[in-house]
């Protein structure tokens, strides 16, 4: 805490003598009394009595007195207290004086000195903002007085100050407080929305699982029997093969009037129309078998259920193409598909995660596009050990206000019944897992493009 000492002293008054005798009492000649101090000490035993140190300056107007004051906070070394004379014709009064100085420095301690009643207390009271700063002086004055009212003043002033001192100190103290709190409370938030954002990404990796299991559970009762529809597709192609001979061969050998009635149900049965279609019927349904064994194998391709979560060496395009595989019902007739493939490298990483991603980003893109349809482009590319895919929709596009908040946990710009705002959370938080980074571009009624770039060793 630093010692703040202040014994500067201000008299205003017209009166040069009064100066005169302020100096004498607050400042007077100190080697006029050693003299008499040290005989006294030597006669009577007494310890020398204590002077006054008061550093004074005079002022024989109010004006030239504000302008003293103004210079001494310019130079940071205020006055403590002033004595002021009350009548100082033909400038301003003591009243003015003190108004004019208080609102230049409010700490500045007065003393009104005054022979007359010029004002009467009310007057003053009603005119200054007195608060504690205010003394009165009645002329003639008294010196011990004086030196009371001086060593008084000066003491309140160091006092106000060193408590002004405490006050900033404490007000900093609790500025840095409250600083701290703050970033407490930020921490919180952050904290609080991180474990939102992992209990949504839980929630969600959750009902992967499940739906893993399903998978798993449907793509086994699905194989079991799509194995023997195949197997009869395949004994059916042959017994047609088989009856449609013996039929022929049957007609080779009627003669008379059993080859005209052969001919006749023939006609009437259209075998002839049934012998070219039922081998098409049997094709046909072939490639249906087929085509289930095909999406079985990517909905297990896809969530990687016989995998695991391993990490392993992975190529991005079978990943795509199992997508667009399983998304086919929904692309077919209004999305048109370009695929802008380039070669790329296999990559480290966890496969049913980054298929994962690459689901919810067609998915997203498919649902903008809307029932009116478009274009999805999908294009990937490698550069300095990175691969990148590009999911770009000509749909509806993402308002300038939704863009910033895109990836923000449960936040969604579809109805409640279309999805759940977890989507691209988790799939930004896979990509950052693998050391990537998952980025937007969009203008609203032009569509849509989200970047995925991975490395090609994780964490790279």
């Not at 004074?56 to 070394?77: C, D, H, T």
């Not at 790329?344 to 067609?362: A, D, E, G, T, Y």
């Not at 946990?409 to 019944?417: C, D, H, L, Y």
Request: aromatic share 6%; glycine share 6%.
């Amino acid at each position: 805490m630093p010692m703040l000492i202040n014994r500067r002293v201000l008299l205003v008054d017209d009166a040069p003598a009064i100066h005169e005798d302020f100096r004498k009492i607050l400042a007077p000649d100190k080697s006029a009394h050693q003299d008499l101090d040290a005989t006294e000490a030597l006669i009577f035993g007494a310890a020398p009595r204590p002077t006054a140190s008061f550093e004074l300056a005079s002022a024989f107007q109010g004006q030239q007195a504000l302008e003293m004051v103004e210079n001494a906070l310019q130079e940071q070394r205020p006055y403590a207290l002033a004595f002021i004379d009350m009548r100082m014709p033909p400038g301003w009064d003591g009243v003015e004086t003190i108004a004019r100085l208080w609102e230049r420095d409010p700490d500045l301690q007065v003393v009104i000195c005054t022979a007359y009643s010029d004002y009467t207390w009310e007057d003053v009271l009603e005119r200054l903002d007195v608060r504690d700063r205010l003394l009165v002086l009645k002329k003639p004055f008294d010196n011990i007085e004086v030196l009371q009212m001086a060593n008084t003043l000066a003491a309140k002033w160091e006092m106000a100050r060193q408590v002004a001192w405490q006050m900033g100190e404490l007000e900093s103290e609790v500025r840095k407080g409250v600083a701290r709190i703050s970033h407490v409370e930020q921490a919180l938030e952050r904290g609080a929305q991180e474990r939102e954002q992992l209990e949504g990404q839980l929630l969600h990796a959750e009902k992967l699982a499940a739906v893993g299991q399903l998978a798993a559970g449907v793509a086994h009762e699905i194989n079991s029997p799509m194995g023997y529809v195949s197997s009869n597709l395949t004994a059916l192609e042959d017994y047609l093969g088989r009856l449609m001979a013996y039929l022929e061969a049957t007609e080779r050998m009627a003669d008379g009037d059993l080859g005209d009635r052969l001919r006749i149900l023939r006609d009437e049965l259209e075998i002839d129309v049934l012998r070219e279609e039922l081998p098409q019927v049997v094709q046909e349904s072939r490639e249906g078998v087929m085509r289930v064994r095909q999406i079985v194998r990517d909905m297990k391709d896809l969530s990687r259920i016989d995998a695991g979560q391993e990490w392993c060496w992975a190529d991005l395009h079978p990943g795509i193409e199992s997508t667009l595989n399983i998304l086919s019902s929904q692309l077919k007739y209004k999305v048109e598909v370009v695929r802008d493939f380039a070669t790329l490298p296999s990559i480290q990483c966890l496969p049913s995660q980054i298929n994962q991603v690459i689901m919810n980003l067609v998915v997203n893109a498919v649902q903008a596009l809307g029932e009116e349809g478009g274009r999805l482009t999908l294009r990937t590319r490698t550069e300095d050990g990175r691969v990148s895919l590009e999911v770009e929709d000509t749909g509806c596009g993402i308002s300038v206000e939704s863009l910033p908040r895109i990836f923000d946990p449960f936040f969604t710009t579809k109805p409640p019944e279309s999805g759940t705002g977890l989507g691209l959370t988790l799939s930004y938080g896979i990509v950052k897992k693998h050391g990537g980074s998952l980025s937007v571009q969009s203008e609203p009624g032009k569509g849509t493009t989200f970047r995925m770039e991975l490395p090609v060793l994780a964490g790279a």
